[in-house]
């Protein structure tokens, strides 16, 4: 008699951790997950977080326990925080603990929502990261993430994965895989369905993944690190991926002991040193999987560098007086934000934009739909963009009241005594967005994606 889909599922999982467990593990998956937060590293005072500690992303995860709904407080839209699953987070906590992203330029190869591209910016000093999405459509969730959390190390594309290694191989010092997976670590969240499960598809899902990594090996430079992760339990998608890089020359690189997780599912020694898991009925979060691997080093004696185009900065033009809104020419300074000392200028189609890297490779220019901070809009009178929050200080911010703030985050309307002009609503010190006083009136210009 053919097996139902549920009890297949069930028997893969006895084979993998046992029936005790897999009965436990099912168990799991039929209760709802605990809701959780990354908080922003740059941003939150690691001595004012709350909540309970996600263990393996320890201090910035944290269980989410407060009533509200963590996108519905001011906090939220102030870009204090990423609402993001505790098994997603460990991925790049993994990787942090073996590799140092300072100065590094990385790519994440399947970004969106943006969950891990901006877990691995807010640890890039003088790096960026390329946050790639193939799907287009899914870019705009990317980019509001990322504006929200107030990065501006991040370059958005949205590419084929075998354009971009034909395009930069051997660019990037460090690759991120969040294969598409079958998604079975996330059946207690209800986004994906055990009913629509199938054996087949995870084979699919093995092939693609297969595929993607081969365009990711292409894209690491010699002696860069590779981070693979699913949300799966799948062996053929987890440990089978890793020994398919094994093959094909890449090192494992030892994840530490003390990471409060589980071990990879295998008998090969080189990928359990090098991968960690997440049972829902063991750590308490949704499934996941990480494996963290190293690129052979290159030959002394051969080039290290590419022969690309770059585009460069144009910061000196565009800090001219003539050409910069003036809320921003008296803030600048005093955001740190001259050339060379934490960033640069660029302009694309009208927009200008804050960059953390003074050059990029003119392919990542040409096919960028944003890179770093959006400031202003120079083909609508010099308008301010979201990101220019950045460059927020002295008189241009207007603290307002809490009732004001839950307004104006909601793309109401608030009632100010301003003299005509642009200034950023900010509360109790956290700027929120831009606005501007018309005669009497505001305009509210809190994204509208934003607005709750």
Not at 273 to 291: L, N, S
Not at 326 to 345: C, E, M, R, V, W
Not at 348 to 363: A, D, L, M, Q, T
Not at 383 to 394: C, I, Q, T, Y
Request: contains cysteine; hydrophobic residues 40%.
């Amino acid at each position: 008699m053919k097996k139902n889909k549920e009890q297949q599922f069930f028997d893969r999982m006895a084979a993998s951790i046992g029936r005790d467990e897999a009965v436990q593990l099912m168990e799991s998956l039929s209760r709802p997950a605990a809701k959780s937060v990354r908080c922003n590293r740059r941003l939150c005072p690691e001595e004012e977080l709350k909540g309970e500690i996600v263990p393996w992303n320890a201090p910035f995860g944290r269980y989410w326990t407060q009533q509200t709904l963590p996108s519905r407080t001011l906090e939220y839209a102030a870009g204090m925080y990423y609402i993001q699953e505790a098994g997603a987070m460990l991925a790049i906590a993994a990787a942090e603990q073996v590799v140092d992203f300072a100065g590094k330029i990385v790519l994440d190869l399947t970004a969106a929502p943006g969950g891990k591209a901006t877990q691995a910016a807010e640890l890039l000093t003088g790096g960026y990261i390329v946050a790639n999405e193939v799907v287009k459509k899914r870019t705009a969730a990317l980019t509001w993430n990322i504006n929200r959390l107030r990065l501006d190390n991040v370059i958005v594309t949205s590419l084929p994965t075998a354009l971009l290694a034909r395009s930069l191989p051997g660019f990037f010092d460090i690759v991120i895989v969040d294969a598409p997976c079958s998604g079975e670590g996330l059946f207690q969240r209800g986004k994906h369905s055990l009913s629509k499960w199938s054996e087949k598809n995870v084979r699919f899902c093995a092939r693609r993944q297969e595929s993607i990594l081969r365009d990711a090996l292409e894209l690491l430079r010699p002696g860069g690190y590779l981070v693979y992760s699913t949300c799966t339990f799948a062996v053929e998608e987890n440990e089978n991926q890793v020994e398919f890089l094994l093959e094909r020359g890449l090192r494992p690189v030892p994840l530490p002991a003390r990471l409060p997780v589980s071990p990879a599912v295998t008998g090969n020694k080189k990928v359990a040193a090098c991968a960690r898991r997440i049972f829902p009925h063991r750590e308490g979060g949704a499934g996941a999987f990480v494996a963290v691997l190293q690129k052979e080093p290159r030959s002394r004696d051969l080039p290290t560098e590419m022969a690309l185009d770059y585009a460069f900065h144009n910061t000196r033009e565009i800090t001219a007086k003539a050409g910069f809104p003036s809320i921003l020419t008296g803030n600048a300074n005093k955001q740190d934000l001259t050339p060379g000392s934490s960033g640069y200028f660029f302009e694309k189609s009208g927009v200008v934009s804050f960059f953390s890297y003074e050059r990029v490779p003119v392919f990542l220019f040409q096919h960028s739909l944003q890179l770093g901070a959006p400031f202003f809009d120079r083909r609508r009178g010099n308008e301010l963009m979201f990101g220019a929050v950045r460059a927020a200080a002295g008189e241009a911010v207007i603290e307002v009241s809490e009732q004001d703030a839950e307004s104006y985050i909601r793309g109401e309307e608030i009632v100010l005594d301003l003299t005509a002009g642009k200034y950023f609503v900010s509360y109790r010190g956290m700027v929120l967005g831009p606005i501007s006083a018309v005669g009497k009136g505001t305009v509210n210009k809190f994204p509208k994606a934003l607005q709750r």
